[in-house]
């Protein structure tokens, strides 16, 4: 019987997926009169960021959302030009760049509005104003919002920058009864008419991420800013309304060699797993040198001939052993470490449990060694 090519370790990738998610999405919150600024930082949650910002752009998103004005130059340079959100700069980050190609930054302070004063040579920038409703993370505090207000009118008012959103974040919008999320939607709303009275008319106005935008519809305003549901992971897993999110990202690896161990037989480091009886283990080419969570040691699970197989002792740097018990398996055999769960393989969020972490962490961490393949080839 011949057998299909056996793959190198990889991560797929379904844009496919995404350019649905981001469609479903959009058709939960465009009623309410709000879009989606698709986040696609961190290198699009491990998806790679110019293919899932193709994905989400292909799917309708007006915004997308980055972290850095690194990561939005680089959207640039792969030729994106819609809007582009950042939002964590250092000192003598590169403002101008960010200014002269149209991105949207983000000014948590007055030191802040200086820098972008000096990046600006020719056009207004693109300037949003982040306040901090009560994350104690990026933005001004209620205290300091009026200045920052005022001196970002008098910005707008001598040609320097357009105000073009006021925005926030949540702490806990994956615990919808959670009582800060009410505080802060308030303060949101108060911080909303204290650039009102500014004088402030920002095209945009934006608090939620994924959880918020399916779980509290209070918050979609004018955009929601949605990564991790756009990759098809559930922000709130058992509280989210269903609307159909597919998990974008499997990893898979062929399987080096199968072997049978008499019991007693102590496998990988430390011997943290001792085989009770003879079994069959199987050898896996990754580790946690491609992302693979070390804690995923003796916890985790893989699906290998149809069958979900438990990891056995420690994750090495480039390797780890599953048992196989008494099921026949041959070098090349595909073996999946995650997936989108369809076929009854374990997913990002099952590891995430098994790690005692969350399925962000898990999908943004893969890399290292591993290549990453779109479906559909060649789509990116
Ligand atoms: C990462 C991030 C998001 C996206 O959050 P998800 O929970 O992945 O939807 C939204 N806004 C800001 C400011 C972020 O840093």
């Not at 949650?45 to 997308?64: F, N, T």
């Not at 040609?159 to 303060?187: K, L, M, Y």
């Not at 979609?220 to 922000?235: F, H, K, M, T």
Request: with cysteine; charged share 25%; net charge negative.
């Amino acid at each position: 019987m011949s057998r299909d090519p056996v793959r190198r370790p990889e991560i797929v990738v379904d844009l496919g997926a995404i350019r649905r998610n981001v469609g479903r999405l959009r058709d939960l919150v465009t009623p309410d009169g709000a879009d989606v600024m698709v986040v696609v930082k961190a290198d699009g949650y491990g998806h790679g960021i110019v293919e899932s910002a193709g994905a989400a752009r292909a799917a309708g998103a007006p915004w997308l959302g980055v972290a850095t004005i690194e990561e939005a130059l680089l959207l640039r340079e792969a030729g994106d030009t819609g809007r582009i959100l950042c939002w964590l700069t250092v000192p003598g980050d590169d403002w101008a760049g960010a200014v002269d190609r149209g991105v949207d930054v983000t000014a948590y302070s007055l030191a802040e509005l200086e820098e972008v004063r000096a990046a600006v040579t020719g056009t207004p920038a693109r300037l949003q104003l982040k306040v901090d409703t009560g994350l104690s993370r990026g933005g001004s505090t209620a205290q300091d919002w009026p200045a920052l207000v005022a001196a970002a009118r008098a910005g707008e008012a001598d040609g320097t920058w357009r105000v073009t959103g006021i925005w926030s974040h949540f702490a806990c919008s994956d615990e919808p009864e959670h009582p800060a999320n009410q505080r802060q939607e308030a303060a949101f709303r108060d911080a909303l008419e204290g650039a009102a009275r500014a004088g402030l008319r920002p095209e945009v106005r934006h608090l939620a991420n994924s959880a918020a935008a399916l779980l509290r519809p209070s918050s979609r305003l004018d955009l929601v800013r949605c990564g991790i549901a756009s990759y098809g992971l559930d922000p709130a897993p058992g509280l989210s309304p269903q609307i159909g999110l597919e998990p974008a990202m499997s990893v898979t690896a062929p399987l080096v060699l199968a072997k049978r161990v008499p019991a007693g037989a102590g496998v990988s480091y430390g011997h943290t797993w001792t085989a009770p009886g003879e079994t069959g283990l199987g050898l896996v080419p990754l580790g946690y040198g491609d992302g693979v969570p070390r804690h995923a040691g003796n916890t985790a699970e893989v699906w290998l001939g149809g069958v979900r197989r438990p990891i056995r002792g420690r994750i090495c740097m480039d390797q780890f052993l599953v048992d196989l018990g008494e099921d026949e398996a041959v070098p090349g055999d595909e073996v999946v470490l995650f997936g989108s769960g369809a076929a009854g393989e374990p997913t990002a969020d099952d590891w995430a449990r098994a790690c005692g972490t969350i399925h962000y962490e898990i999908v943004t961490r893969m890399g290292g060694r591993l290549r990453r393949r779109f479906v559909p080839e060649g789509a990116a």
